[in-house]
């Protein structure tokens, strides 16, 4: 429950306590008094925005602060919020909301002194305070909390809960198979699976480079050696004309020097022989070496092709050749893994199957179970709308099958209404009367009493355009709610106010040229005089009949309860 509020600075008021009880809190005052700037500033709290011209002296901040006192159950969905957010949890149950909004127009929020992000704030005052008046935000025209509600109301929660973990188990279930795509595992299989027969068909010798290049190298030097050789012969023997054959020419001349020299003939001879001796031993020599020489193109060729292969295949890897022949036994370990985790997918794929197949049934299950609630739901809102003075009203919930199954099943629901017959059913963010709009939340709050989480409720000015009857029933439905939510109510109706736990006045005070909105918890006479004012004023009659409506509404806990009403 809210225990206080503080506000400073804002609007007309410069500072104001409202220290408040469980059970129905009535808020009334003169037209213009201030009332809805007390609802405002709780707003604020709550994480609405709000401009600078909210402050009531720019130069100072505006301050909004509230005091907090919650139940286990709510203590327990606040605490699971902060560990959701990844932070610390509240020493407590109870804690201190308080918004500063500065003149530059910015705003801090903080619970219990700590800083704490706006957004974290809404999520807070979303779950903590519902408000309803005229051009709120409700939580009951939000179609997740209509579907949670309706939910609650056919106590459905646990099968809910159950489509929901199979729907997450699922999620994560899908991811883990889509990050283990089988046809990525089939592909990759592929790729190492060529690269493998590759690398063995390539019959990869360690050294055998060395190998290669040396016996290059010895088939090169053979054909230097061959075409030498070959130069040589041509030179000695084959040429025309060769050296051999000019020796014998030379000996010719020779043998003519000698008989008109015989001395100089004689030696010329004899050195002439032995050059031509020696020249025919040279050219047997190299016609042996010659005929020795083994030269075999084809294996020239065929060693030259086997250094290229092995070249564009070390490009291709950018690997050396030892380290291809330990990558070969690096793939078949990779392709080994790959079998596992192909097996792993498969299963995974079955599992995935298998478990959709299951939230599918069960989503099946609880969309059926919710149409059933929705027809005794729709029953329920109906008698008391129509005690709540809408008697030719229609009430009605529209459940479509989405194509997928998602966290709250597949089902999107949404509450209708139609406040006379002829006129369409509409969605209730589309009531256009806010009298209207402000008594169907009151009805679908009485309704939901004993399932509606949110502790806090406010009615804003919730008896626009109503009296009589009407009247005295929607003031037993708020103090029926009273009985298990902190109501916070601003009325006109003399007859709701007499039903307050606590009854609070707001008014202003004018001094000075200086206006200001006071707020006071008034009892006995103060009351009674507030109660006849509210009736039209203090005459005797007024006071006679405010004195007679808090006697009636002291006994209003004997009047027809909720139950009585849904029979």
């Given at each position: 429950m809210l225990?206080?509020?503080?506000?400073?600075?804002?609007?007309?008021?410069?500072?104001l306590?409202?220290?408040?009880?469980?059970?129905?809190?009535?808020?009334?005052?003169?037209?213009?008094?201030g009332?809805?700037?007390?609802?405002?500033?709780?707003?604020?709290?709550?994480?609405?925005r709000?401009?600078?011209?909210f402050l009531?002296?720019?130069?100072?901040?505006?301050?909004v602060?509230?005091?907090?006192?919650?139940?286990?159950?709510?203590?327990?969905?606040?605490?699971?919020?902060?560990?959701?957010?990844?932070?610390?949890?509240?020493?407590?149950?109870?804690?201190?909301?308080?918004?500063?909004?500065?003149?530059s127009?910015?705003s801090?929020?903080?619970?219990?002194?700590?800083?704490?992000?706006i957004?974290?704030?809404?999520?807070?005052?979303?779950?903590?305070i519902?408000?309803?008046?005229?051009?709120?935000?409700q939580?009951?025209?939000?179609?997740?909390?209509?579907?949670?509600?309706?939910d609650?109301?056919?106590?459905?929660?646990?099968?809910s809960?159950?489509v929901k973990?199979?729907?997450?188990?699922?999620?994560?279930?899908?991811?883990?198979?889509?990050?283990l795509?089988?046809e990525?595992?089939?592909?990759?299989?592929?790729?190492?699976n060529?690269?493998l027969?590759?690398?063995?068909?390539?019959?990869?010798?360690?050294?055998?480079?060395?190998?290669?290049?040396?016996?290059?190298n010895?088939?090169?030097t053979?054909?230097?050696?061959?075409?030498?050789?070959?130069a040589?012969?041509?030179?000695?023997?084959?040429?025309?004309p060769?050296?051999?054959?000019?020796?014998?020419s030379?000996?010719?001349?020779?043998?003519?020097?000698?008989?008109?020299?015989?001395?100089?003939?004689?030696?010329?001879i004899?050195?002439?022989?032995?050059?031509?001796h020696?020249?025919?031993?040279?050219?047997?020599?190299?016609?042996?070496?010659?005929?020795?020489?083994?030269?075999?193109?084809?294996a020239?060729?065929?060693?030259?092709?086997?250094?290229?292969f092995?070249e564009?295949?070390?490009?291709?890897y950018?690997?050396?050749?030892?380290?291809?022949?330990?990558?070969?036994s690096?793939?078949?370990?990779?392709?080994?893994?790959?079998?596992e985790?192909?097996?792993?997918?498969?299963?995974?794929?079955?599992?995935?199957?298998?478990?959709?197949?299951?939230?599918?049934?069960?989503?099946?299950?609880?969309?059926?179970?919710?149409?059933k609630?929705?027809?005794?739901l729709?029953?329920?809102?109906?008698t008391?709308?129509?005690?709540?003075?809408?008697?030719?009203?229609?009430?009605s919930?529209?459940?479509?099958?989405?194509?997928?199954?998602?966290?709250?099943?597949?089902?999107?629901?949404?509450?209708?209404?139609?406040?006379?017959?002829?006129?369409?059913l509409?969605?209730?963010?589309?009531?256009?009367?806010?009298?209207?709009?402000?008594?169907?939340?009151?009805?679908?709050?009485?309704?939901?009493?004993?399932?509606d989480?949110?502790?806090?409720?406010?009615?804003d000015?919730?008896?626009?355009?109503?009296?009589?009857?009407?009247?005295?029933?929607?003031?037993?439905?708020?103090?029926e709610?009273?009985?298990?939510h902190q109501?916070?109510?601003?009325t006109?109706?003399?007859?709701?106010?007499?039903?307050?736990?606590?009854?609070?006045?707001?008014?202003?005070?004018?001094?000075?040229?200086?206006?200001?909105?006071?707020?006071?918890?008034i009892v006995?006479e103060?009351?009674?005089?507030?109660?006849?004012?509210m009736?039209?004023?203090?005459?005797?009659?007024?006071?006679?009949?405010?004195?007679?409506?808090?006697?009636?509404?002291?006994?209003?806990?004997?009047?027809?309860?909720?139950?009585?009403?849904?029979?």
């Open positions: 225990l206080k509020l503080r506000i400073e600075n804002l609007a007309l008021i410069e500072e306590e409202w220290d408040l009880v469980p059970g129905l809190n009535v808020l009334t005052g003169e037209t213009g008094a009332k809805s700037i007390v609802i405002d500033s709780l707003k604020f709290l709550l994480g609405e709000a401009s600078p011209s009531k002296n720019k130069e100072k901040p505006g301050i602060e509230g005091e907090f006192q919650l139940s286990e159950t709510f203590w327990t969905r606040v605490s699971d919020l902060f560990k959701e957010k990844g932070l610390d949890t509240l020493d407590s149950s109870s804690f201190i909301l308080r918004r500063e909004m500065r003149p127009g910015s801090r929020q903080f619970i219990n002194g700590e800083l704490i992000p957004s974290l704030l809404k999520e807070l005052g979303d779950n903590l519902d408000v309803l008046g005229p051009h709120d935000h939580s009951l025209v939000d179609k997740k909390i209509q579907l949670k509600l309706l609650a109301f056919g106590s459905l929660n646990e099968l809960h159950r973990s199979l729907y997450e188990t699922h999620q994560k279930l899908l991811k883990k198979k889509n990050s795509s089988l990525e595992l089939l592909k990759k299989k592929q790729r190492l060529e690269q027969q590759e690398i063995v068909a390539a019959d990869l010798i360690p050294g055998e480079e060395e190998a290669i290049d040396q016996k290059l010895l088939a090169r053979g054909w230097k050696i061959y075409d030498c050789l070959g040589i012969r041509g030179l000695l023997s084959q040429n025309n060769s050296i051999l054959s000019l020796l014998s030379l000996h010719r001349h020779l043998c003519l020097l000698e008989k008109f020299d015989p001395q100089k003939g004689s030696q010329a004899a050195l002439e022989q032995s050059a031509a020696d020249l025919l031993e040279l050219d047997r020599l190299i016609e042996d070496y010659f005929s020795k020489i083994e030269i075999d193109p084809e020239l060729e065929k060693l030259e092709q086997r250094k290229n092995l564009n295949l070390k490009r291709k950018a690997l050396q050749i030892e380290e291809l022949i330990d990558y070969k690096k793939i078949s370990e990779q392709l080994a893994k790959i079998k985790e192909e097996d792993i997918v498969r299963n995974i794929a079955k599992e995935e199957l298998e478990l959709l197949e299951a939230l599918q049934k069960e989503a099946l299950h609880l969309s059926s179970k919710r149409k609630t929705a027809e005794a729709i029953i329920s809102i109906q008391v709308l129509q005690s709540l003075g809408f008697a030719q009203s229609g009430f919930i529209s459940i479509d099958n989405k194509e997928k199954v998602g966290p709250s099943g597949q089902d999107e629901i949404e509450f209708l209404f139609s406040p006379n017959p002829g006129i369409p509409k969605p209730l963010k589309e009531i256009a009367s806010s009298g209207e709009a402000a008594r169907v939340m009151l009805a679908l709050k009485a309704v939901f009493v004993r399932v989480p949110i502790p806090i409720l406010v009615f000015e919730i008896d626009a355009n109503i009296g009589g009857e009407i009247a005295w029933k929607v003031s037993s439905l708020l103090k709610l009273s009985i298990n109501v916070l109510c601003i006109h109706l003399p007859s709701m106010a007499a039903g307050g736990d606590a009854h609070f006045k707001v008014m202003k005070e004018s001094e000075e040229n200086v206006t200001r909105v006071l707020l006071k918890k006995e103060d009351r009674l005089k507030e109660i006849a004012r009736l039209g004023g203090e005459s005797k009659e007024a006071i006679r009949l405010a004195r007679k409506l808090l006697s009636v509404a002291k006994g209003n806990k004997e009047e027809k309860s909720l139950e009585k009403l849904f029979q």
